[in-house]
């Protein structure tokens, strides 16, 4: 009986718009229950300590792109034999600091390449096979400036050439995402941000609109010593069902304080910014 009623229950917000049973909540206590997330959850020791990847994970030349470009929906298979994974490996930043991180099998390296699961097959001339795996390392950016990363160069019968794969072992060492734990993605909310100057952010941002037109969205700021959190402001759209049509816009926001090192937060899921445009950094266990 009770999970009838919680299911009913939850029908009727969905029907009415609301979000929960006692009302939205302001943008202030959304702000600051991002900020005390990303506090106490491990997500800031990540972004100040840990790695956290703003560059493309793999590396691989231009010909090799255009093959797997041109032939889409290949699949991705081994086919030789593969050296073992060291047991441990490390990051080295161009500011002289380094983290110890665990290392994942060329395998898992392959499949990170791979929009399949591991477990579908494909016909034999529709896939790349991996022939060999070298342990290497590759140069990336990250939050924390240049580094240099352990990697596997994976060696493919039938492609032009190699590719260069991050080896880190990402569940293992810690990422934003999954410190968060449950999280928005996709819906309205901050898209990226652009720094105009010290005090000035020029921000992108995405919403639903019923009627298909754009709306007077409102950006909202919070300040926090160690955080920026965005948000926007959709104007009321009346109760029911809403087939949205997505939109986009542009504003700019001023600080009352310099931005520095603080980090810039969306308020609707809770993750970096950052996220948005640069999923890697911020991916967990769903993606």
């Not at 898992?108 to 060999?132: C, I, K, Q, R, V």
């Not at 809403?242 to 899921?269: F, H, I, K």
Request: net charge negative.
């Amino acid at each position: 009986m009770l999970r009838l009623i919680t299911t009913l229950l939850a029908a009727v917000l969905v029907l009415s718009g609301g979000s929960n049973p006692i009302g939205p909540l302001s943008f202030e206590d959304l702000a600051a229950r991002t900020v005390r997330t990303w506090r106490t959850s491990g997500a800031a020791a990540i972004w100040r300590d840990g790695f956290v990847p703003v560059g493309d994970l793999s590396a691989m030349p231009p010909d090799v792109r255009g093959k797997i470009d041109h032939d889409e929906e290949y699949g991705w298979v081994v086919a030789g034999r593969l050296p073992a994974a060291p047991a441990e490996a490390r990051i080295r930043w161009d500011d002289g600091s380094t983290m110890r991180v665990p290392v994942i099998e060329p395998r898992e390296a392959m499949m990170a390449l791979s929009p399949w699961s591991e477990g579908d097959t494909f016909p034999d001339d529709e896939a790349y096979h991996l022939t060999g795996a070298t342990y290497t390392t590759m140069r990336l950016r990250t939050v924390r400036g240049m580094a240099t990363v352990p990697a596997w160069r994976l060696s493919f019968s039938d492609l032009p050439g190699p590719i260069d794969q991050v080896a880190v072992d990402r569940d293992a060492a810690g990422t934003i995402a999954d410190a968060i734990g449950r999280h928005t993605s996709g819906g309205d909310g901050v898209s990226d941000y652009r720094v105009l100057d010290e005090r000035t952010l020029l921000v992108d941002y995405v919403y639903g609109s019923c009627s298909g037109r754009r709306l007077d969205v409102t950006l909202r700021i919070s300040e926090w010593p160690d955080a920026v959190v965005l948000g926007i402001d959709v104007p009321y759209q009346g109760n029911g069902w809403c087939a949205g049509t997505g939109q986009s816009g542009q504003g700019v926001v001023r600080l009352d304080e310099p931005l520095g090192n603080r980090v810039v937060l969306d308020a609707a899921s809770r993750l970096p910014v950052l996220c948005g445009h640069a999923p890697d950094a911020c991916r967990d266990r769903r993606d």
